[in-house]
């Protein structure tokens, strides 16, 4: 215990001083990739303590070799500064209920892969029981920017229910990819900045990752010019039991932001989508495939902001599933703003605004779509007006929807209590509300279906009035 307290002691001080460096506050605070000059400079500065044995370690990989191979506790590594990690390897230990947790303590730690393939990877393939893993205030940094193979943490295998909490992904290809018949995952708090390629890649296979959750997750593609061609999906994800992505913010892609296969249970809330497709027309914010010859099942798309220059908003081949409560923007594209195809079931559409700058193309394009009730109501649809404006374009089985004013979709049955006007956004016009908020004298102010409505707006505002808005934002609540 006297030994234990001296090191922690120690750890303290050393923390004191690396908080006081210039370069180790650099790292922490720049968002471009660091370089490896300088994170080899700073590599001696890093610790690691675990905290159960007393133990310390300058050296990632010595620190998991140490590690008991049947665990009869939690343990905890606590890192601070800098540390060259070039693919340090979690493998071989049967951790049984318990966990591992690596814990930066002086703000956020640095693991530098030193332009390996990845900084950490944990590996329960073979006798192996490698589960609960924690990250938490990390810096994943500096790791392979070449090879579509690699991420800076890799799950293989890893069970029980694992943590990614203030964690920062900077400086190479693939953040972070989990296969191979993994189980919970929740991400909170976590930045993937200037990724080449892309954010998280879960999931090989149906069933392969359980539960997820992407909790205010804030990510983008590396937008230089010399890399806009080959950048592609911001998240790819296949095969969850179900997933939650909340309070997120996506930016950046050149295709597809959100990239969903294979899996039901969708609850997607209170996000911002922006500039999907941006090299590439076909790209989307949002894309749900089914395996051929199933159906995905039980989706919700609420409260959510589509800002997309070019790209359709939402691409689904789903059943049972509600889209309201959403804002789409158009900035100019012959694709359409929502684009339903091969869809049964339920279908709902309530409390969106949809305004699009172009009168070629649809707001929302029905194809193969069969609902057995298809519900849109209490709407904000603006278009230009012209010879090719649509609002719905195709049908609902042998219905034809396809309308260009709201007139004609109403004779249809549709949108009884909707709005054809311009929505009249804030924009600006007062600093302290978000763009895309309708402004005071909006139409679609206190129109909206309270029995539709969110618990909670775009920005996480109460919606408890008996007049929301219409769209992802209710101007009442904030």
């Known amino acids: 215990m006297i030994c234990l307290s001296r090191q922690l002691t120690w750890l303290l001080l050393t923390s004191v001083f690396l908080s006081s460096c210039t370069n180790v506050d650099l790292l922490q605070h720049s968002s471009e990739p660091v370089p490896h000059q300088a994170a080899a400079r700073l590599a001696a500065n890093g610790q690691i303590v675990n905290i159960q044995t007393g133990k310390t370690y300058t050296d990632l990989q010595q620190a998991f070799n140490e590690l008991p191979a049947t665990f009869d506790q939690d343990y905890e590594l606590q890192l601070s500064g800098t540390l060259l990690s070039p693919s340090a390897t979690l493998r071989n230990k049967k951790m049984g209920s318990f966990s591992l947790a690596l814990r930066g303590v002086d703000g956020q730690a640095v693991l530098d892969a030193n332009e390996k393939e990845s900084a950490v990877v944990f590996n329960g393939t073979g006798p ?33 229910q694992s943590l990614l909490k203030n964690v920062r992904f900077t400086g190479g290809y693939v953040a972070m990819r989990a296969t191979v018949n993994c189980e919970d995952i929740t991400l909170e708090d976590v930045q993937m900045e200037g990724i080449r390629f892309g954010g998280p890649r879960f999931g090989q296979a149906a069933n392969d990752v359980g539960n997820v959750v992407f909790r205010r997750l804030k990510t983008s593609l590396d937008q230089s010019e010399s890399n806009l061609s080959g950048s592609d999906n911001v998240c790819q994800l296949k095969g969850f039991k179900s997933l939650l992505i909340e309070d997120c913010t996506f930016d950046g892609a050149t295709k597809t932001i959100v990239d969903l296969y294979e899996m039901s249970n969708v609850t997607i809330r209170r996000n911002t989508f922006i500039r999907s497709g941006s090299n590439n027309l076909y790209g ?19 409260d959510n902001l589509f800002d997309n220059p070019k790209a359709t908003a939402i691409y689904l ?10 804002t789409f923007i158009e900035g100019g594209t012959s694709r359409p703003l929502v684009s339903l195809e091969a869809s049964s079931g339920t279908i709902e559409l309530v409390n969106n605004i949809y305004y699009g700058t172009s009168n070629t193309n649809p707001i929302i394009n029905l194809y193969q779509v069969n609902a057995t009730s298809f519900v849109s ?19 609902n089985g042998k219905t034809d929807l396809s309308s260009s004013s709201l007139a004609q979709l109403q004779s249809k049955g549709l949108d009884r209590n909707s709005l054809q006007a311009q929505p009249l956004f804030n924009l600006g016009s007062d ?24 618990t909670n707006d775009l920005t996480g505002k109460s919606t408890e009035d008996d007049r929301p808005d219409m769209g992802a934002y209710d101007y009442d609540s904030f």
């Not at 924690?134 to 800076?152: F, R």
């Not at 894309?287 to 798309?301: H, Y």
């Open 377 to 395: 109501d209490y709407n904000l649809f603006y278009k230009p007006s012209g010879s090719g404006r649509l609002f719905i374009k195709g049908s």
């Open 317 to 326: 081949r789903a059943a049972d599933y509600k889209i309201n409560n959403n």
């Open 128 to 160: 192996a029981n490698i589960r609960n893993i924690i990250l938490e205030n990390l810096v994943i940094t500096n790791y392979s920017q070449t090879s579509g193979n690699t991420a800076g943490v890799r799950f293989f295998t890893v069970k029980g």
């Open 431 to 454: 600093p302290v509300r978000p763009p895309y908020m309708l402004a005071p004298n909006s139409p679609g102010r206190n129109a909206g279906d309270r029995n539709r409505a969110g």
């Open 284 to 302: 989307t914010a949002l894309q749900l495939l089914p395996a051929s010859g199933s159906a995905c099942r039980n989706i919700t798309i609420e």
